[in-house]
């Protein structure tokens, strides 16, 4: 009897253990990044698309939970993300509009300008947003909950759009052909979390587009560390060939 009571304790602990990792996982790599903009007073390497992806997707997700009840933990994992990407849009905006050195045009949601979509220069625009299409999916999840299609659709945007978090980051990295600003240890966080995430989605049998959508996200989780690596030996040689031409101009200078 006692043994059975045991097992059914750490059965439970591991539980509550699992759910708070599922939680507050997701939210753990965003601390390291947030401390290095604070401290380097700089967000040019952290892409706001990452926040825009995380956003959409999590609101989509919180949505499919209407018409398709899974693990309340995963729920919860989406609220608290939505609030720490808000967070992080908060800094990176002060960040910004205090390093400007040529004052620019404000440029805010209400002008409706495309061209510089997720590029506003104050907080409320982004929040305005969020909260115009958390609206309208609020109303298309209402009207269409009872149909299934709809309902696994969504589940699958949801989860695809999340899966696809990496891809700005990715994007960002590739054209600046740098990993300068950004935290490589948020991006071990997320291939760690990712990971670690997927497995509860397997063991727990959720919806099928939590699993293939998660092991999507841990690829392209991968790909970003790889730019890591590359990009720095690049950055180092750069730096080591900079050095030697400062050497050779500062000595045949000196000896002129």
């Not at 949505?63 to 939505?82: A, C, N, T, V």
């Not at 309902?151 to 600046?176: K, R």
């Not at 180092?236 to 900079?242: D, Q």
Request: hydrophobic share 50%; net charge neutral; aromatic share 14%.
């Amino acid at each position: 009897m006692y043994n059975i009571y045991e097992q059914l304790t750490l059965k439970e602990i591991a539980n509550w253990v699992a759910s708070g990792a599922i939680i507050f996982g997701g939210i753990i790599p965003y601390v390291p990044q947030y401390k290095e903009i604070k401290k380097r007073d700089d967000a040019e390497g952290f892409s706001l698309y990452v926040c825009l992806t995380l956003l959409i997707a999590n609101t989509l997700r919180i949505s499919f939970w209407f018409g398709k009840r899974y693990e309340i933990p995963l729920l919860l994992q989406s609220i608290f993300m939505i609030f720490t990407m808000f967070i992080m849009i908060k800094l990176c905006i002060n960040v910004q509009n205090r390093n400007q050195v040529v004052k620019v045009r404000e440029r805010v949601f209400s002008d409706f300008d495309t061209n510089y979509f997720w590029k506003w220069t104050d907080f409320q625009s982004y929040l305005d947003f969020m909260l115009l299409f958390t609206a309208l999916i609020g109303i298309v999840t209402y009207l269409l909950v009872d149909v299934p299609i709809f309902v696994e659709t969504m589940g699958l945007l949801a989860l695809l759009t999340e899966a696809m978090l990496g891809v700005p980051q990715f994007i960002h990295n590739f054209l600046s052909k740098s990993t300068s600003g950004m935290s490589i240890i948020m991006v071990a966080m997320w291939t760690l979390g990712d990971a670690l995430k997927t497995c509860y989605f397997v063991v727990k049998e959720a919806p099928i587009q939590f699993s293939v959508c998660g092991a999507l996200q841990v690829l392209i989780d991968i790909a970003i560390l790889t730019q890591v690596y590359i990009y720095q030996n690049k950055t180092t040689v750069h730096t080591k060939i900079s050095i030697h031409r400062s050497v050779f101009y500062t000595h045949t200078h000196t000896h002129t």
